[in-house]
């Protein structure tokens, strides 16, 4: 099993910045990739960045040149700057890693976090 706990989020004014943290504990062998979703109030989850274990990331359009995600393998963290904020990135924000096995075969499941909200106010 593995834990993923967030923290960071807040309450901000558009063009305001934040980071996210996300801690992992656990098995942390099972996992690799961390990423972040964003869930808007009534939709579905929708992935905002992603890190592998090596460093190499992907962000979805609309958030690129504005956040950065980052990891500390070390301290089994990942981070999430988010600077020039706007209205749009309001959400909860969670902390995901899909389970694979030692092959790095994907076992078809996530670990989830609890989520920390982010409300971006104009």
């Known amino acids: 099993q593995v834990q993923l706990v967030e923290s960071g989020g807040g309450l901000v004014q558009a063009g305001g910045s934040l980071r996210l943290t996300c801690a992992a504990s656990?098995?942390?062998?099972?996992?690799?990739?961390i990423g972040w979703y964003r869930q808007s109030s009534k939709k579905q989850r929708d992935l905002v960045a992603a890190?592998?274990?090596?460093?190499?990331?992907n962000y979805v359009d609309s958030v690129k040149g504005r956040f950065t995600i980052s990891r500390d393998n070390a301290k089994n963290t990942v981070y999430l700057q988010m600077n020039n904020l706007k209205a749009e990135d309001t959400g909860v924000y969670y902390c995901?890693?899909?389970?694979?096995?030692?092959?790095?075969?994907?076992?078809?499941?996530?670990?989830w976090g609890q989520g920390t909200q982010v409300t971006v106010f104009s």
């Open positions: 995901n890693a899909p389970r694979i096995d030692q092959s790095g075969i994907y076992l078809g499941y996530d670990y």
């Open positions: 656990g098995n942390i062998g099972s996992i690799n990739a």
């Open positions: 890190i592998s274990i090596a460093g190499t990331t």
